[in-house]
């Protein structure tokens, strides 16, 4: 069973940056693919970017230019640097992982252990 515990949101004026880190426990991390979903209020969970176990990577459109997926095995995090931002990525963002190392899917379903949440908000 792998834990998730994700942090570094908060708030920030709209161009502004933030770092979110998710720490890895209880898995053998360097095989695991990770993703970052987000979850506005009142939408559905959806997909924002996902690395596969050799440092592949898969966005979103709207993040795509802005956002950048890195992973550190040896600290068995994953991160997500989030520059630009917008009032749009609101959201309470999870990491999750997808047991498949080799497969960057878009879809929650694959993905089977999450973190908490970590909340961000973006002002105008």
């Known amino acids: 069973q792998v834990q998730l515990v994700e942090s570094g949101g908060g708030l920030v004026q709209a161009g502004g940056s933030l770092r979110l880190s998710c720490a890895a426990s209880g898995g053998t991390f360097s095989r695991l693919a990770m993703g970052w979903f987000r979850q506005a209020a009142g939408k559905e969970r959806e997909f924002v970017a996902c690395?596969?176990?050799?440092?592949?990577?898969l966005y979103t459109e709207p993040v795509k230019g802005r956002f950048t997926i890195s992973r550190d095995n040896a600290k068995n995090t994953v991160y997500l640097q989030m520059d630009s931002l917008k009032p749009e990525d609101t959201a309470v963002y999870y990491c999750?992982?997808?047991?498949?190392?080799?497969?960057?899917?878009?879809?929650?379903?694959?993905?089977?252990?999450w973190g908490q949440g970590t909340q961000v908000t973006v002002s105008s």
């Open positions: 690395i596969i176990w050799s440092g592949n990577t």
């Open positions: 999750a992982v997808d047991p498949r190392g080799y497969s960057r899917s878009t879809d929650y379903r694959t993905y089977n252990y």
